[in-house]
């Protein structure tokens, strides 16, 4: 992974806070995000995962999302460098996905076995409390540059400022309240895939590319667009319309 | 809260029902499990009311079940103000925290705010009742003192919204014990497909998102299936949920 010119996380930032506008979609905003996190950091992939107040993980946004990465973000519910770094609120660092069989051996061989050489999991910090992490992918083996962390690091900050929807929480509640509402957008999300797939035959992450190409051309938020479908899916007739 | 924890909450909201006296009143097995849950819920969370309302798209509300009079009331009472945390949940689709109604710079809810302090309610917690798009309702939870809820009881809190969506979803009272405990084995696994699953359904059966749901456990139930395989065979494609499958 590779060092990151200060002009290209200049137009990052810029992008962010564009991005960051009284009523932005909360999904979109983190799929910009981990593109972004994966451009800048030189990964082949980067995922973002929320943990509930009960414990459990949930996929949130990738740079990819297909059913492939998908299950790779869902295996390290029961372990990987996610419940790690969520474990202890630090980074884990993991250069050798080959030689890790050992500490995640679920986890290691699935992830050496969709082409990856190297993994990061960067948390998602809000005071004390670890709420998800930024989870990154490389191609071969090989580390992430120190200032690459620190990059990571900010952006994963700023994935949190955009849950949390407001700067200062001055409230506790507020974190469950935004906490909840993102999760239960990411389930309408995949609700709003299974309804395109049946409706067009088409398999789950050609339904996802349907969903997004539609939101982008005719400039509508992809979690209204979703929302739409799942409550009525005759109000949008035809996803292919351009 | 760690990882480890996480079986934790879903097994004490069924143990706090289990110990709560199952309702003499002549009542429906759906709407007596809901009483007896809460109950169990004001046992859980030192709270001191607790009421399961339902409400549709439309927005008109009923009271399901309520662990006392006062909640019911106050569950009504919002109705006919048309302000509080329940509708707010419900807008919103995410929790609604009040933890002191009385704090003068609240001012969200008046009408239902001055309401609540009459009857001696502090603090409400509500929790909406819904997977993804599928809404059914809402659970609130009062309390007679403010404060916050703790972070223990607030997971928990989190788990009694999770049994009533499965409760209302079955429309039975009390799932098998051991198919709740799977139930929630396979919601670490697999959870977007079963979520990729209930869209398909859905349309596969011309149902609503909830309703699409209820089929898909009917079918795993009926055919001692797990419900992730279930899921991973409708989102392959290998099974298709017909009209004269389930009920």
């Known amino acids: 992974m590779t060092t990151v010119p ?87 660092a993991n250069a050798d996905l080959g030689a890790a069989a050992d500490r995640w051996p679920v986890f290691a061989p699935r992830a050496v076995e969709a082409g990856f050489g190297s993994v990061y999991a960067i948390p998602m910090r809000l005071r004390t409390e670890t709420i998800g992490a930024l989870n990154l992918f490389g191609d071969g083996a090989g580390g992430l540059q120190p200032d690459g962390m620190h990059i990571v690091q900010a952006l994963a900050d700023v994935a949190t400022i955009g849950l949390l929807q407001e700067r200062a929480v001055r409230r506790g509640e507020v974190l469950t309240e935004q906490l909840q509402s993102a999760l239960n957008s990411r389930i309408i999300i995949e609700q709003a895939k299974g309804v395109i797939a049946q409706i067009y035959t088409v398999d ?21 667009v979703a929302r739409a479908l799942v409550t009525d899916p ?9 | 809260m760690t990882p480890d924890d996480r079986f934790g909450s879903a097994a004490s909201v069924q143990g706090f029902i289990a110990r709560e006296p199952v309702p003499t009143d002549d009542l429906s097995p759906l709407v007596g499990g809901l009483q007896r849950l809460c109950g169990a819920a004001v046992r859980a969370l030192s709270a001191s009311g607790a009421v399961v309302s339902m409400m549709t798209e439309s927005g008109s509300l009923g009271v399901a079940a309520a662990s006392d009079d006062t909640s019911r009331l106050m569950a009504e009472r919002e109705f006919v103000v048309g302000e509080g945390p329940c509708i707010d949940a419900f807008a919103f689709r995410r929790p609604c925290l009040q933890p002191d109604l009385g704090d003068g710079e609240f001012t969200r809810w008046p009408g239902y705010t001055a309401a609540a302090l009459e009857q001696g309610v502090h603090a409400v917690f509500a929790f909406p009742l819904q997977v993804g798009g599928a809404r059914l309702g809402v659970l609130d939870v009062f309390r007679d003192h403010p ?101």
């Open chain 1, 6 to 92: 200060a002009e290209r996380l200049a137009d990052v930032f810029v992008e962010v806070a564009d991005t960051l506008v009284d009523d932005f979609d909360l999904i979109e905003f983190l799929q910009m995000l981990t593109s972004r996190t994966a451009e800048l950091a030189g990964a082949a992939a980067a995922g973002l995962l929320l943990a509930d107040q009960q414990g459990n993980l949930q996929f949130m946004a990738a740079s990819e999302e297909d059913t492939k990465m998908l299950e790779l973000f869902q295996v390290q519910n029961h372990e990987g460098p996610y419940q790690d770094c969520f474990r202890t609120g630090r980074p884990v």
């Open chain 1, 204 to 224: 789950i992450d050609q339904a996802f590319e349907l969903l997004r190409g539609y939101s982008r051309r005719h400039h509508l938020r992809i979690g209204n």
């Open chain 1, 234 to 242: 005759a109000s949008i007739p035809n996803l292919t319309a351009v």
């Open chain 2, 147 to 247: 404060g916050s809820l703790r972070p223990e009881h607030l997971a928990l809190a989190l788990s009694f919204a999770e049994v009533v969506v499965t409760m209302l979803l079955d429309g039975q009272a009390n799932a098998p014990a051991d198919q709740s405990a799977r139930g929630l084995d396979e919601a670490l696994g697999y959870r977007s497909e079963l979520y990729q699953a209930q869209g398909m359904v859905m349309i596969q059966l011309r149902v609503s998102l909830a309703e699409a749901m209820v089929r898909l456990r009917a079918h795993a139930y009926a055919e001692d299936r797990r419900l992730g395989a279930v899921a991973h065979d409708v989102v392959g494609g290998r099974l298709c949920l017909n009209a004269s499958s389930g009920r």
